[in-house]
């Protein structure tokens, strides 16, 4: 069960000597970056020197921020703590998965389901609509006058943009953190078009075509997308989950669609659906996990079985 005075009895009692790094998942959105950096913010102001690893590939995610934030792109140091974020398995790291496993104590925050980490803390809480939510309230616990307009927008954009702008996994104390940050005189119309409703010229036609390639199977339908093609090579993973994927399952009033996303070498997958809470089921299937009504996975397996396996799990279960 998570509790947060564990959680900040675990941080007050890390060694103000030992630098901490810490990461989100790979292709970050909003939640993954923003939490990372707003925690960054208060394990400095408790006096530990403190890093946000990013990739030097990833470093667009923050493009709408008007204050250049400082990120580190590798571990520069053989004692440390890794502290993961908004993440249920370390594979999600991407490449800083080793700086994880040969740190000094391993600690991660999370609000997905089915975590897998193995930290040597592990706080989740699948009823927080974002990490962005938890890291507030682990803010206003410690140092509430930390949350000016900056950290206030960050959080905002972690937990609008997770919530799909507040459609899904919200509750009421979801919108009080909101209504306090909005009082922080954040820019939330900014951030709102600068974010989760920024559509390039690539997206809207990726989502145009892909809207005819969608194919339907007993229980639910899916769509293929070959990231090998330019149009889908210019649009990140990120973009696809979440921009593009949510507005096909709109336009399409779907209840359970799929997204294989196809690499070549591999094959990831958006798994979303409307009213049945087995999206997160589906995604176990394939070693991933996420959400009762949105998860993911990444595969070796090929489109026909992934396919076939997903419509032989909806037979039984439905």
């Keep these: 069960m998570f509790k947060i005075s564990r959680l900040i009895n675990v941080l007050k009692s890390l060694d103000k000597a030992v630098p901490v790094y810490i990461a989100g998942h790979t292709s970050p959105d909003q939640d993954s970056i923003n939490s990372c950096l707003c925690l960054k913010y208060l394990l400095e102001a408790m006096g530990l020197d403190a890093y946000v690893l990013l990739s030097s590939s990833d470093k667009n995610i923050l493009s709408w921020q008007e204050h250049v934030e400082k990120v580190s792109n590798a571990v520069t140091h053989e004692n440390y703590v890794f502290i993961a974020l908004d993440l249920n398995d370390t594979k999600r790291l991407g490449e800083f998965e080793n700086a994880y496993r040969h740190a000094k104590l391993t600690i991660n925050i999370d609000h997905h389901n089915n975590n897998t980490t193995n930290a040597n803390y592990v706080f989740s809480s699948s009823t927080s609509s974002s990490t962005c939510e938890i890291i507030y309230n682990l803010i206003c616990h410690l140092n509430k006058n930390l949350i000016d307009t900056r950290l206030a927008s960050y959080i905002y954009a972690g937990i609008m943009t997770d919530t799909n702008c507040f459609s899904r996994r919200i509750t009421s104390k979801t919108l009080k953190i909101v209504a306090n940050l909005i009082n922080k005189n954040i820019d939330y119309a900014y951030i709102n078009r600068s974010t989760l409703w920024k559509r390039t010229k690539d997206e809207i036609i990726a989502t145009g075509k892909l809207a005819e390639e969608i194919k339907e199977k ?53 798994v979303m659906t409307s009213t049945l809470p087995i999206a997160d089921k589906i995604a176990t299937l394939f070693g991933g996990g996420g959400h009762k009504k949105e998860a993911g996975f990444t595969t070796n397996l090929d489109e026909n079985t992934i396919l076939k396996q997903i419509e032989e799990f909806l037979d039984k279960n439905l």
Excluded: C
């Excluded at 990231?227 to 989950?241: A, Q, V």
């Excluded at 994927?245 to 399409?252: Q, S, T």
């Excluded at 359970?256 to 690499?263: C, D, K, P, Q, S």
């Design 218 to 270: 007993n229980n639910f339908k899916y769509v293929i997308v070959d990231k090998t093609l330019p149009l889908f090579s210019n649009i990140s993973l990120n973009d696809l989950t979440k921009k593009v994927a949510e507005d096909l399952r709109r336009l399409n009033d779907l209840d359970i669609f799929v997204m294989l996303i196809n690499f070549g070498d591999k094959i990831t997958s958006k």
